[in-house]
Structures are given as C-alpha cells and as structure tokens.
C-alpha cells in the first residue's frame, strides 16, 4: 500500500484547508496538489508545491508585468517559438516540488539528473519499512542480445516464478537481518547493543523503497521527461516519469503541448543525415555504405524515417 491511513488523513486535511493567495496558480496544477499518484506497487509522486505557469514562461520572455500579453494565440506561438529554438530561462521561471517514493536502484538513476534540490529519507536515522519492488510477470524479462542496456523476451514459467521467489525471498531475509542487528533484544531475549542504523542499513537490497522531495524547474524536468519519459528508458524510472508527464500537461498545458511536439514528437538529424535525407528527394539511391554513416547512425536513422 503506498499511503498510510494517517498519510491519506492528511492529505484530506491539507486540501481541506486551502489559503487565498494573491500569487499566479494553475487550475490544473491546484487540482494534483498533495494527491498522491501511485506508481509500481508500493511508489507514488505527489506534488508538494509549485510556482508559475504558462504565463510565467510569456512573462520571463518578454520581461513584462502583470498578465502580460492578452492574447493566448501569441502566448501559445511564442512558446512554441521558444521550444523550438532551445531557449531555456524562461522556462527556468516555474519549479515544481514533489515528494517521491520509489525503488534505490531507481533512485540511483534519477539522481544522476543533478540539476535538482533534492532530500531523501535518512536510514541513518530512520529505519526503513519493509517495502520492496517486485516485478510484476510481465517486466521479468531476460537480456536484450542487441542493446546491453535493454530488456529481451518476458521470462515464462518455471524460470519467471523461480526469479519472483527468490526476489521475494532474498528480500525478506536481508529485512529480517536488518532487523536482527538493529535490536537491542536477542532471539532468545538477551539483551544486545545493536548495530547502528548508518551500518545495518547496508545490508538491505536495491529494490527497497525510499522516499524524497525532488525540487528542479520546468526547464531541467522537461530535460528529465525527454530522457526518462522516452520508450527506451528502463521501464521502472519510465513509469515514473509517465505520471509525472500528466501532471505537467495539467500544470502548463501549452508549454508541455510544444514539448511532446518538438522533444517528445521530434528528432535531431546530424548534418550528414541531413544530407541524406536531401539525396533521398532528389531521387538518389541512399543506402549505409554511401551515407558516410556507421551501421549505427545508419539504423537509428532509418528509425526516424520510420
């Protein structure tokens, strides 16, 4: 269960009590505040806190006052004018805040993004619930034979329930050793010193949950989303970014449209692929060995052509 009764108590409280503000907000951002969207089978995201909007960006841009322009057409071009042309303060302009729970080994990936405030639940002070990532069948999959950082065909069977015991079973034990060397009460009731929690935490797994608040502005999380929201990503940080895209869209809908269209929807082409692609609609006969590509750029390249 990612939420607690006395977490879900308080979020209901939260969002009971809003305060009047004389500060720009988005509908659709007010509407995600504090709720928590689940993700895998004990993780969620939740927006903690926010600034700015699609306005913000406009304003940043033009460097005007109040609402600045009036007309959403213009506000619309413009930032599909600033998207398309790789500027990047405005978008600087408006920061989200969330609160995430999710796997170490997932943590780990995220983190490289450093252009982030970050604060994650201490196990030097803390201990750690027994919550571990579990693959559901259908994400147990073999390694891909064509990319070393990729997944190949769903295991099936006798050798997809012998991995999902041993997962289950290999983190329960390190729990249970976690547990062991943390008390100060031996099985048979002697009492014992204990391991300090900034040491017994070592023994724990990867797949273990933690938790932290993750501060960035739009610009570096749609860097983030363009990356991790992509269908190459691994499927565990991708599902997180999934849901972190709906409430983007929510937030500043105009802003996210240009980002799906020009990132998400779009591709770079080197010069050499350019080329190509001009050879192409003369009529000329393109293939690996004349395009001055390697067999790589060459199969991604005809992978964008589709």
Partial sequence: MPLSPDQLAEISAQRATPKPTL??????????????????????????????????IVQAARVSYGAGTKHVSNDEGLIRYLMRHWHSTPFEMCEIKLHVKLPVFVARQWIRHR???????????????REFYIPAPDQLAAQSVVNNQGRGAVLEGEEAARVLEMLKRDSNTAYDHYEA??????????PQQGLARELARMNLPANIYTQWYWK?????????LRLRADAHAQYEIRVYADAICKVVADWVPIAFAAFE????GGATLSGKAIDCVRRMLKGEDVTQENSGMSKGEWREFMGVLG
């Fill in 23 to 56: 500060r720009a907000v988005s509908e659709g951002m007010e509407a995600h505040l504090y709720l928590a969207h689940e993700v895998l089978d004990h993780g969620f995201i939740r927006v903690i806190d926010y600034m700015g909007d699609d306005a913000a």
């Fill in 115 to 129: 252009t982030a405030n970050v604060n994650e639940y201490s196990a030097r002070y803390s201990i750690l619930d």
């Fill in 181 to 190: 060397m943390l008390s100060q009460t031996q099985p048979d009731g002697t």
């Fill in 216 to 224: 960035t502005d739009l610009h570096n999380l749609f860097h983030f």
């Fill in 261 to 264: 269209d020009y990132r998400m």
